[in-house]
């Protein structure tokens, strides 16, 4: 498949914790994107990294991308209900195609 | 910008009908996609355009759907005729030039098929 592998599948942890998720992908890739779809919505672009990039920072968020072994890690940091989400990678592969991962159902506790 | 509009939000159809999904990317946008989200499979990409041009649609299933993006402000999916299986969400997205910027995403529309 060519699609990305994202680690865990679920995840549910204690507001104010920090959430990590990872991802792999099996090709060359020009950048990787981070996503988040809430319940009944569309998704909503987070971050992009390129490939000649290592990490990259936004507000809360931190992704690290290590190009030898093929994956990416979004950290989400100081958690809070509204992060409760799917988060997904998604990688450009060739000109113009975005290929997603599965997704990690991320889950916020008050 | 209102974002990328898709209509409608919600369609039950009965097999074998005909369905239409519509969306309007946001303008300036040069690139208009269309996903299938199922718990299965995932997010799939069917087809995407570059400038109103079709570039590729290898991931469009069957014969039973097409695509057409007429104008820069206006792109239809259809399924002739449509099947159970079909019940999934569709996304529609669109980006400005190779997509550096990241993908911005409509609502989706939630397709079910009885």
């Known amino acids: 498949s060519q699609q990305g592998e994202e680690d865990p599948q679920a995840l549910s942890i204690q507001e104010g914790e920090n959430a990590t998720m990872n991802c792999s992908y099996k090709t060359s890739i020009n950048n990787l994107q981070w996503y988040r779809q809430n319940s009944g919505r569309g998704l909503v672009h987070l971050i992009l990294i390129r490939s000649n990039e290592r990490e990259k920072h936004s507000g809360r968020l931190r992704v690290t991308l290590d190009t030898s072994k093929k994956s990416s890690s979004l950290l989400i940091t100081a958690s809070r209900a509204a992060d409760t989400a799917s988060y997904f990678c998604a990688f450009l592969q060739g000109a113009q195609k975005l290929v997603f991962g599965q997704g990690t159902r991320l889950t916020i506790n008050p | 910008d209102a974002g990328v509009i898709q209509s409608p939000r919600h369609e039950v159809t009965e097999m074998g009908q005909e369905v239409t999904l519509r969306c309007k990317p946001i303008?300036?946008?040069?690139?208009l996609f269309w996903y299938r989200q199922t718990m299965m499979r995932g997010l799939e990409l069917l087809i995407y355009?570059?400038?109103?041009?079709?570039?590729?649609d290898s991931g469009m299933p069957e014969d039973r759907f097409s695509a057409k993006m007429p104008n820069a402000s206006f792109s239809t999916l259809k399924i002739q005729p449509s099947e159970p299986r079909d019940s999934a969400v569709y996304f529609c997205?669109?980006?400005f030039g190779q997509g550096r910027y990241g993908y911005t995403f409509g609502s989706g529309t939630r397709l079910t098929v009885v």
């Open positions: 355009f570059n400038n109103n041009v079709p570039i590729d």
């Open positions: 997205a669109s980006s």
């Open positions: 303008s300036g946008h040069d690139y």
